[in-house]
């Protein structure tokens, strides 16, 4: 006979793991996409903030070998981006002006 204090059994069930987007690697890799296209406007944001305009001849004089390889690497990391995503089949255009 059984006491009333006794726990009941209890089944462990094991489900399989969820296939698609609910996938622990998926959801790596799309967080890991949304964290690059997130650095990708951080940087513009940061470009904004340059201008050159104000400069006086002397500092831009100064700091020219420094900003023109900057710049140099940005203009190969965007076209680096750029190539592999036309080389994908896809075509980068520009947003329509509201």
Known sequence: MRSNNAPTPVSLMVRPMPVGPRNAIDRLHFRDQLESIARLRVAVRALDDVDVTDWDDVALRDH???????????????????????????RIAEPRAA
């Open 64 to 90: 020219l070998d420094e900003l023109s390889a900057t710049l140099c690497a940005l203009d190969a990391q965007l076209t680096r981006v750029a190539d592999a995503v036309r080389s994908r089949g896809f």
